[in-house]
């Protein structure tokens, strides 16, 4: 029995160009989220698209933020954070939050979570978590929550999700 097997690379001859590999990363579509907390009564949050499932036993979610994020090290004194689950009539929301510098709360309808997080209102839903763990790994870090209260409202929402640099709306292209 005969295997194939590419030719051995060095990983360091290994180019990837960062434009083109953002364009691959694009076509994976995903929803979008907003993670929230408060420190010292002032809220905090940012527009989240790399978030997702870790464990069911503890009931861990994880997401990426770039190292140089302004609203990361709050969240991280606060040592807990809400996952707003975006609907796709949230459009705005995520713009709003996905600006640097600006006012992210003006406009922005909120009440606090059972850990004191902000869930923002009109969201599909939310997950309120403690911080369980972070890792460095390139330009982000990659931190873990462990869910401690979520609410699933019986609500017919559907997600906003993001795909080639655009936002999507299932209900547009057919679910199936």
């Given at each position: 029995m005969s295997t194939c097997r590419a030719p051995?690379?060095?990983?360091?001859s290994i180019a990837i160009e960062p434009l083109r590999f953002r364009e691959a990363l694009g076509h994976y579509a995903s929803g979008i989220?907003?993670?929230?907390?408060?420190?010292?009564?002032e809220p905090v949050g940012f527009t989240c698209q790399?978030?997702?499932?870790?464990?069911?036993?503890?009931?861990?979610?994880?997401?990426?933020?770039?190292?140089?994020?302004?609203?990361?090290p709050k969240i991280r004194q606060a040592r807990r954070f809400a996952v707003n689950i975006l609907?796709?009539?949230?459009?705005?929301?995520?713009?709003?939050?996905?600006?640097?510098?600006?006012d992210k709360w003006h406009g922005?309808?909120?009440?606090?979570?059972p850990l004191?997080?902000?869930?923002?209102?009109?969201?599909?839903?939310?997950l309120d978590?403690?911080?369980?763990?972070?890792?460095?790994?390139?330009?982000?870090?990659i931190v873990i929550g462990e869910v401690k209260a979520l609410d699933l409202p019986e609500v017919d929402l559907r997600p906003l999700l993001y795909f080639k640099g655009q936002y999507r709306n299932i209900a547009a292209h057919g679910a199936v």
């Open positions: 051995a690379m060095s990983h360091s989220t907003v993670i929230t907390s408060q420190i010292d009564g790399s978030f997702y499932s870790v464990s069911m036993s503890p009931p861990l979610v994880s997401f990426s933020v770039m190292s140089g994020s302004a609203s990361y609907s796709d009539e949230q459009i705005d929301i995520s713009n709003q939050f996905a600006r640097r510098g600006a922005i309808e909120w009440r606090e979570s004191g997080n902000p869930i923002i209102a009109g969201s599909m839903h939310w978590c403690e911080i369980y763990a972070e890792h460095v790994a390139g330009d982000h870090v």
